[in-house]
Each structure stands twice: as structure tokens, then as C-alpha cells.
């Protein structure tokens, strides 16, 4: 009897895995749910995998580094698996992990900033922003109303944030140079000139025949919409970036350059850069640039207003 104990101590962990998955098949075949009850059952995972990944981003709420780095540094897991792939089904659990992964690491959490980016956080949230860049992919992954878009393009904001999230004061050079590497520049700009085309239509202008100083004299108090902020993500990662590196300095400045081949993202970033303030703050034995969108409504302070304001 001692034996046969000792032998089933023993045991492969991952025979014991399979065998359980097995039995969940077997019992997965014997209860015979039909094609609703199957979609109940998914609905009811997805709500749960979402409220689960909610609770612990409370625990990290308020940049507590203390339980921010035992969500990293415990001992009791072998990790989790990231959600790599997204449909109208999945997306609300998808936000909500990138949520999840935005507090984790602001404050900033150096550690966990080290750990997203090992664990190739930076090529999912790339992977993710390229799910929905035309209507095509809208459509294969089941958004079709403009309320499915709209949630679509909140979840893709968030992962733009997460890449920002993760360089936030930080200049470990290993995870600047790896972001580098990853990050395909070319599609950001297409990116941020596409939303810009957008803004310049909505004010009723021709993108063509506008220059970003125009463009910016006619702006409204709510021309930046969700998208268009989502732009300024994308370009201040960007400057970020070409602060700290100069091949980033470089294509950037080409970019934005006369002689670029694409006119159009010229313009789109040069309005970025003229919409786009910065202050420099001392943290941590640290002198950091932050940068932020500067609001159409900021423009009709006067200098008065401004003096008082600062």
C-alpha cells in the first residue's frame, strides 16, 4: 500500500494534465448541449475570465508596487496565456486584459515593464493594432455596426497605451532597443495619416491642399475625437522613442522630412508635432520629458489665463 502511494506521488505531472483533459472531453461529450447551451457556456467563461482579470488590476490600482510586483514575482504559477487573437466574442475579456496589463505596470513598475516586454508583450499589442486596420478585418472578426467599431478601435487605444505604458520613465537600454527592433514604424505613420486624412475630411477641408499650421487654426473644441487622440499615442511613442534613439530620430526626421515619398504622412506628423506640448519632470534622480496632445480649447486661453493657469 506504501508502494502503490509512493508510486502515484510520483506520477508525470503532464500524464495527470492530459488524463484530466481527457475526462473533461469524455464529460464534454456525454452532456450532449445544443448549439445554444454551448453559447451560454462560452458567454458565461468570457464573464468570468473578465471580472477575474478586473480583480487583479484592483490590485494594483493606485500604483501599489508591493502587490504589482507579486502578480510578477510569485511562485505558484507557471504563467498565463495571452490572448493573441480577438473576435466581437472575446473583445470585452481582450480590453480588460489590457487594462490589467496598463496598471501592472504604470507608476511606473520597472520589473513588470521588463517582464511584458520579455514575454513579447510589444509583438502582441503590434499584432493587435494591425487587426483592425481596414474594413476587411473589421468584418472577418464579426464588427459590423459602428458601436462594434467604435469598441474595437477603445480596445486598440488601450494597447497603443500599453506600449507607451511600457517605456514610461524608463531607460533600460534592453527594452528601448527592443522596441525599437519590433515596432514597424512605417505602419504607425500610415496609421496616424489615415486618422489625420479623417480629421482634415470632418472639418471639411481638403488634406491635400491644407498645411498642419491651416489644419490647426481650424480645429473646434471637439475635433479630437477617441481616434484622433489615439494618433497622438501612436506619435508620441514615437518621440519618445526618438529621444532615446537614434536610428527612431532619424526615420522620424525623414518622416517629417519635405522629400518624403508620402506627402500626405508628412503633414500628419508635422500637425502631431505641432499639437503636441511637453514638460520635463524630476523623478526618482531622473530628469523626463512627458509629452501630451495640447486640446484645441488650450489655444483660446489667453496669455493672462495661462500665466494665472501655471
Known amino acids: 500500500m506504501k508502494k502503490e502511494n509512493q508510486k502515484k506521488d510520483k506520477s508525470d505531472p503532464q500524464e495527470e494534465e492530459e488524463r484530466i483533459k481527457q475526462r473533461m472531453k469524455t464529460m464534454l461529450k456525454k452532456?450532449?448541449?445544443?448549439?445554444?447551451?454551448?453559447?451560454?457556456?462560452?458567454?458565461?467563461?468570457?464573464?468570468?475570465?473578465?471580472?477575474?482579470?478586473?480583480?487583479?488590476?484592483?490590485f494594483c490600482e493606485g500604483h501599489n508596487r508591493e502587490l504589482q510586483n507579486h502578480l510578477r514575482?510569485?511562485?505558484?504559477?507557471?504563467?498565463?496565456?495571452?490572448?493573441?487573437?480577438?473576435?466581437?466574442?472575446?473583445?470585452d475579456v481582450a480590453t480588460q486584459m489590457l487594462d490589467f496589463l496598463i496598471e501592472s505596470?504604470?507608476?511606473?513598475?520597472?520589473?513588470?515593464?521588463?517582464?511584458?516586454?520579455?514575454?513579447?508583450?510589444?509583438?502582441?499589442?503590434?499584432?493587435?493594432?494591425?487587426?483592425?486596420?481596414?474594413?476587411?478585418?473589421?468584418?472577418?472578426?464579426?464588427?459590423?455596426?459602428?458601436?462594434?467599431?467604435?469598441?474595437?478601435?477603445?480596445?486598440?487605444?488601450?494597447?497603443?497605451?500599453?506600449?507607451?505604458?511600457?517605456?514610461?520613465?524608463?531607460?533600460?537600454?534592453?527594452i528601448i532597443k527592443e522596441m525599437c527592433n519590433t515596432i514597424d514604424f512605417k505602419f504607425l505613420a500610415r496609421k496616424v495619416s489615415d486618422e489625420y486624412v479623417n480629421l482634415v475630411t470632418s472639418l471639411k477641408l481638403k488634406p491635400d491642399e491644407m498645411s498642419p499650421e491651416d489644419v490647426t487654426n481650424r480645429l473646434t473644441g471637439d475635433s479630437f475625437t477617441q481616434e484622433v487622440?489615439?494618433?497622438?499615442?501612436?506619435?508620441?511613442?514615437?518621440?519618445?522613442?526618438?529621444?532615446?534613439?537614434?536610428?527612431?530620430?532619424?526615420?522620424?526626421?525623414?518622416?517629417?522630412?519635405?522629400?518624403?515619398?508620402?506627402?500626405?504622412?508628412?503633414?500628419?506628423?508635422?500637425?502631431?508635432?505641432?499639437?503636441t506640448g511637453n514638460v520635463e519632470i524630476y523623478f526618482e534622480g531622473r530628469l523626463l520629458k512627458i509629452y501630451f496632445p495640447i486640446y484645441p480649447i488650450c489655444r483660446n486661453l489667453t496669455e493672462d489665463s495661462q500665466k494665472k493657469l501655471i
Open 73 to 91: 514575482e510569485q511562485k505558484t504559477t507557471t504563467g498565463a496565456p495571452i490572448q493573441k487573437d480577438v473576435n466581437r466574442d472575446s473583445l
Open 105 to 174: 505596470v504604470q507608476g511606473p513598475c520597472l520589473g513588470n515593464q521588463k517582464a511584458q516586454v520579455e514575454a513579447k508583450m510589444i509583438n502582441t499589442c503590434m499584432d493587435f493594432l494591425t487587426f483592425f486596420h481596414d474594413d476587411y478585418y473589421y468584418r472577418k472578426r464579426g464588427f459590423f455596426t459602428d458601436k462594434d467599431r467604435k469598441e474595437a478601435d477603445n480596445a486598440t487605444t488601450k494597447a497603443m497605451k500599453l506600449l507607451n505604458s511600457l517605456i514610461e520613465a524608463n531607460d533600460n537600454e534592453d
Open 229 to 275: 487622440l489615439e494618433s497622438f499615442d501612436v506619435y508620441i511613442l514615437m518621440a519618445t522613442l526618438a529621444d532615446r534613439d537614434d536610428r527612431v530620430r532619424e526615420a522620424l526626421k525623414a518622416f517629417m522630412s519635405e522629400e518624403h515619398e508620402q506627402p500626405i504622412e508628412t503633414k500628419a506628423l508635422n500637425f502631431m508635432r505641432m499639437n
Open 31 to 58: 452532456s450532449h448541449l445544443s448549439e445554444g447551451e454551448e453559447t451560454e457556456d462560452l458567454e458565461e467563461s468570457l464573464n468570468i475570465l473578465k471580472r477575474l482579470y478586473r480583480f487583479i488590476q484592483l
